[in-house]
Each structure stands twice: as structure tokens, then as C-alpha cells.
């Protein structure tokens, strides 16, 4: 509280950019109790703390859209990525990865690419809400907004990863997401490329995002295919949020592969027509390499490719896979399989069609950093001054 000041901290001069996309103004800022009491020019409060800031932009805290960070947020230290770039709020459980509820109900280890965030002892959450739990006990230094991961639900619902799920299993699915969902996730998240959920039929899918509409919530989807298939499955995405009314955003969107380049002028264009009528957002990181787990259609689509974890060879991290392959004498195939279970950087986008997505002004920024990575890609710490 302020005392005997008229408030706690005066910011004074500073060019303020406030959210809504208008031009900055001079302004000074007041803020008593942990909120904006006044905003105006040449106020004169007595204040506990004042701030000159003349020649420097103020602006609310940034909103990461796409984050990895459900384990980094109960440990405080690791989100420093974050603070350390503004950024004040993050949406977690992305790419149908989230810590809660826990994966292992079948199986002992996290199949990847559930191990990209956490490890089996992390997974220790029986129920989202005991991973809310924990959040609200850790007092995060950021603010939270809690996706639930469909390929979670799958993993703890479905016998036979790599086929569809029977109707039962969709069942124990669609209970576990209405757990979820009651208990305070802000939605789902799908990461239909990755093999676990490789396999989910559409009507699979559709179940899920149904119940995800009716209960006014929305999902977000790493789409089946970023590649050459990155057409097919932007329509799939439509199709499945106009049949469930859901509200639906794309993750992390791009055109991976020399062969994709140019593909974001057709899928824009979708997405753009998609808008008229239902409600449909993508977001994007600034840079032309991915970074994931290590799988061998991604390397065979890069130019480059940098192991970023190993398991296996932990030493590896930070070289690239074609000096790893060398030093062993081995092709680059042999040597990815060898340092699973990993995670590598992928150089295989186009600058055209990154500028193309970054610059359409519905775009949402969602860095898709992985706090875990010995040797993350630089979209952890860097993507919001990059965007700047
Ligand atoms: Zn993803």
C-alpha cells in the first residue's frame, strides 16, 4: 500500500505504447496497491518510488502465446527467458504436451515428444488440477494460462500409440478433457505431427474439440503437416473448427522443407477467408530453423540441423549433426538415431514466407522455446527483442 505517498511508484516521461495499437503518447504512469492508478502528463503525486524514463518505451507486459514452460514455471529460475524479455504472461501446454494430468498411467517414460518438457519423475501429477496446484503453490513469477495436451490424453487413454483410438478410448479421452477443462484448463492443445498422435483420425479430433466448444473454451493445433502437406492440413484445421464451432488457433505456423517454400501465400490466404466466419488466429516465432525432438523427416528436410539435447551423448549438444556423423564415421541417420532420445534445431524455412506470416497483422507472437534444451534454440530468450 502507499503510506503516506499518493502511490507507490511514478514512472515519469516515458513513451507508452498501451496495447491497442495506437501511436505512443509522453506519459507518466502512477501505480499504488500493484495497480495503474493514473495515467497522464506531468503528474505530480508524491510517490514511494519514482522512475525517469525519458527516451525509454513502456509498454504492458508481453503475452507469449506459445510456450513449453509448465515445468519452468514451478521453478522459478527458469522462466528468467521470459522476465528477461518482458514478457509477463504464458500460455503453456502447447503442442498437446502438458505436465498435467500425468502421461505414465500406462507406460514408465514420456513417449517423445512428451520428454521435450519434462522427465518421468516430473510427470508426477495424477490430475491437471494437482499441476495447478503445484502452479498456484510455486507462485510463479509470471502469470499462467494452462492449455491440457491431447497427446497426453492419449497417452493415458490409448493402448496402440501408433493407431486410432477405439471408442472407448476416445471416451476415457473425452473424460479426462472435462476433468481437465472443469478443473481450469483454458482449453487443448493438439501436436498431431508427432508420431504418439500421428494416427488421430479427424472424427478423433473432432470429439475432443466439440467438447471444447461446448464448454466455451478453445483449442490450438501443431498441425499433422508443415511440410509439403502444410495445404491439406490448414484445411483439416478449418474444417475441424467450422464442425465444432471452436475457437481455433494454429500453432507456430510455417512452410518447412525447400519444397513448402511460397506454400504461406496459399495457406494465408485460407486462413484469411477461414475469418469471415469463424474464429480462427495463428501464431508465429521469428526465425526460419524449428526446434523439436529428433525425428528423421525433419533432418532430411533441413539444411542444417543442430543437436540441442541428448540423452544418449549429452556432449553432442550444441554441435551439428553432420561434424557429429563425421567424427563417428557414420551417415547423418545412423547418427541421429544413435543420440535418441534428443532434440535438435532445424534449419528449414524460408525468410519470404516467415516475413510473409510475421508481418500479416492478425499474426500472434508465441516464442515455442524449450526451457529443458541444454542447448535451446534462441527463440527461448530471444523472440520477443527479435520481433522488436
Ligand atoms: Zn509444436
Known amino acids: 500500500m502507499s503510506g503516506d505517498f499518493e502511490c507507490d511508484l511514478l514512472i515519469r516521461g516515458a513513451q507508452v505504447f498501451d496495447g491497442s495499437g495506437e501511436d505512443p503518447k509522453i506519459a507518466d504512469i502512477a501505480v499504488a496497491g500493484g495497480r495503474i492508478v493514473r495515467i497522464g502528463s506531468d503528474l505530480s503525486l508524491s510517490s514511494r518510488e519514482v522512475v525517469e524514463a525519458s527516451g525509454y518505451a513502456l509498454a504492458p507486459g508481453f503475452i507469449d502465446v506459445h510456450t513449453h514452460d509448465d515445468a519452468a514455471a514451478i521453478v522459478r529460475e527458469t522462466i528468467l527467458p521470459k522476465l528477461s524479455q518482458g514478457v509477463t504472461t504464458v500460455v503453456t501446454g502447447n503442442c498437446g504436451i502438458s ?66 483410438a477405439s471408442a472407448a478410448e476416445i471416451a476415457a479421452m473425452r473424460s479426462d478433457l472435462a476433468a481437465a477443462l472443469e478443473q ?24 475432443l474439440v466439440t467438447d471444447v466448444a461446448n464448454a466455451g473454451r478453445l483449442w490450438t493445433t501443431h498441425r499433422r503437416d508443415e511440410h509439403t502437406a502444410v495445404v491439406s492440413a490448414v484445411a483439416e484445421t478449418i474444417d ?25 501465400r496459399t495457406t494465408l490466404a485460407m486462413i484469411e477467408a477461414a475469418r469471415q466466419k469463424i474464429r480462427l488466429d495463428i501464431d508465429v516465432y521469428p526465425f526460419t530453423a524449428s526446434s523439436t525432438v529428433l525425428i528423421e523427416n525433419f533432418a532430411q528436410d533441413s539444411r542444417k540441423v543442430t543437436v540441442s539435447w541428448s540423452d544418449s551423448h549429452p556432449e553432442m549438444a550444441g554441435r551439428d549433426l553432420e561434424e557429429v556423423a563425421a567424427g563417428w564415421g557414420v551417415d547423418q541417420m545412423t547418427a541421429l538415431k544413435r543420440l535418441k532420445p534428443g532434440g535438435a534445431i532445424y534449419h528449414q524455412m524460408d525468410d519470404d514466407d516467415l516475413e510473409r506470416i510475421l508481418s500479416w497483422p492478425p499474426s500472434l507472437v508465441g516464442s515455442d522455446g524449450l526451457p529443458r534444451d541444454r542447448r535451446p534454440h534462441p527463440r527461448l530468450w530471444g523472440t520477443f527483442p527479435r520481433v522488436l
Open 99 to 164: 505436465l498435467g494430468p500425468s502421461p505414465l498411467s500406462r507406460r514408465n517414460v514420456p513417449v517423445p515428444p512428451l520428454d521435450l518438457i519434462a522427465t518421468a519423475e516430473e510427470y508426477r501429477y495424477q490430475s491437471f488440477g494437482d499441476f495447478l496446484d503445484a502452479l498456484r503453490r510455486a507462485g510463479p513469477a509470471v502469470n499462467v494460462v494452462p492449455l491440457v495436451g491431447h497427446t497426453v490424453l492419449r497417452a493415458r487413454a490409448v493402448e496402440d500409440l501408433t493407431g486410432p
Open 184 to 207: 481450469g484448463a483454458i482449453g487443448l492443445s493438439a501436436g498431431l505431427a508427432y508420431p504418439p498422435a500421428k494416427a488421430t483420425a479427424t472424427e478423433e479430433l473432432l470429439a
Open 240 to 264: 475441424i473448427a467450422r464442425r465444432s464451432g471452436a475457437r481455433t488457433l494454429i500453432s507456430h505456423h510455417k512452410c518447412c522443407g525447400e519444397a513448402a517454400f511460397g506454400l504461406s
